[in-house]
């Protein structure tokens, strides 16, 4: 049976082990709207966030929770150039995460799970406010510390299949701003 194609970033699994406020400068550097579950990183100085870079060597700080204006009234996502605001931020470097695999022409197996993958950025949706990032499954299980994410295992589900399209894994944050990556493979 296929996996369900439904990309949403990062996704807390088990206990949220912290969550941080962190300012939205008024223009989002990257010009790009930052949705639930986008994968986020800490700017200049201070206590300001602005959307992550997909790829090894770029850090990631957490995954939003959840979007608010400057007054600090709850939003459907941040637009960009919306003016300043406010996310709430899952961003423990001990936090586990779902995400799905892009599913292009490889598939993550079994042997990846302990090894360092990285994400592909995706534009997020204005339907339902979810975050387009997805692990990127043709990058397999590796032992670079500079990969953003490390694969614990396959999310358990019974409608959730391995070595196909869209499977969903459960991560951990490898290349966190705030500790070092982690080299080589295992959980």
């Not at 807390?12 to 223009?27: K, M, N």
């Not at 300001?48 to 600090?72: E, F, K, S």
């Not at 990285?118 to 990127?136: A, F, K, M, P, Q």
Request: aromatic fraction near 6%.
């Amino acid at each position: 049976m296929a996996n369900v194609d439904f990309a949403r970033g990062l996704v807390p699994f088990g206990e949220l082990l912290r969550a941080t406020w962190y300012q939205v400068p008024s223009a989002v550097v990257g010009n790009v709207s930052i949705f639930i579950g986008d994968p986020v990183i800490l700017t200049g100085t201070g206590n300001t966030c602005d959307i992550a870079t997909a790829g090894t060597g770029n850090p990631i700080l957490g995954a939003v929770l959840a979007t608010y204006d400057a007054d600090q009234v709850p939003t459907q996502y941040h637009l960009d150039n919306g003016g300043a605001g406010y996310l709430l931020v899952a961003d423990h470097p001990d936090q586990l995460f779902i995400a799905q695999t892009d599913g292009d022409t490889s598939y993550l197996s079994a042997d990846d799970a302990g090894g360092n993958v990285n994400l592909i950025g995706g534009t997020g949706s204005t339907v339902n406010y979810r975050s387009g990032w997805e692990i990127d499954d043709s990058d397999t299980g590796g032992s670079t510390a500079g990969d953003q994410v490390r694969l614990m295992k396959l999310a358990p589900r019974a409608d959730n299949t391995i070595g196909i399209a869209n499977a969903d894994w459960i991560v951990r944050i490898n290349n966190h701003q705030q500790t070092s990556g982690i080299v080589g493979v295992g959980v």
